[in-house]
């Protein structure tokens, strides 16, 4: 379960494997076809090199690594990017540094699942630095992504009963809708007493969603 086609100066997005549950071979294999640098954090790399992915760089602190490192540097060439810090995690680790060496953006899979403290901290750490930056969550039930900060509008074409969950992660305030079968009209999401979870696209063709201030997160959800 190898990657890897042939692309020129990062224009494609990174690929970050956590340390969560597993997805579905059939997602993995789509995103390693098309997000040529695999960057894995340092926990999942024993489960990775069991699948024969090929790895270009492994980040963390390595207090979780359980393979050896000699072992793995015969098999092929991985950059090992130590990072002790104990104020961010492994993930945001990974992000800054894919972001410090200009990919242009980054899908991140493996991310939940297993412990829902990790769950929990990865879809903040996303929502935080996705919001000005592309950065995509995966797994083989949703897709998830914070909405642009500037401009506070979003349009995207999406097929009748497509089902879509906008959950704020801060208070967002001032969301109006269109193209949804449950529309907001200047209304607030206020954490957490207020979600728009569980809504769907009423017809096939564009939904718009604008906001006033906050961090709202897209969830594309496929059940």
């Not at 071979?25 to 894995?40: D, K, T």
């Amino acid at each position: 379960m190898s990657s890897h086609h042939f692309v020129k100066d990062k224009q494609e997005p990174a690929l970050i494997i956590a340390n969560g549950e597993d997805c579905s071979n059939e997602l993995l294999n789509q995103l390693l076809e098309w997000n040529p640098f695999v960057l894995v954090l340092d926990g999942a790399l024993d489960r990775v090199l069991m699948k024969g992915i090929k790895v270009d760089a492994v980040i963390g602190d390595f207090d979780s690594l359980n393979v050896s490192r000699l072992t793995v540097d015969d098999e092929q060439s991985i950059e090992w990017i130590v990072d002790e810090s104990q104020e961010t995690t492994d993930l945001e680790k990974g992000i800054e540094y894919l972001k410090s060496t200009d990919h242009k953006a980054i899908n991140v899979v493996w991310s939940t699942g297993k412990r829902l403290d990790h769950s929990y901290n990865n879809l903040l750490t996303v929502a935080k630095h996705s919001v000005d930056y592309p950065i995509c969550i995966l797994d083989d039930y949703s897709k998830a992504y914070a909405l642009p900060s500037r401009p506070k509008k979003f349009s995207k074409f999406y097929e009748a009963g497509a089902m879509i969950s906008l959950l704020p992660i801060t208070n967002v305030l001032g969301i109006t809708t269109s193209g949804l079968k449950y529309n907001l009209s200047d209304e607030d999401l206020i954490v957490p007493l207020r979600t728009g979870s569980s809504n769907e696209a009423s017809e096939t063709g564009l939904i718009e969603i604008s906001f006033q201030s906050g961090i709202l997160m897209l969830m594309e959800c496929f059940d």
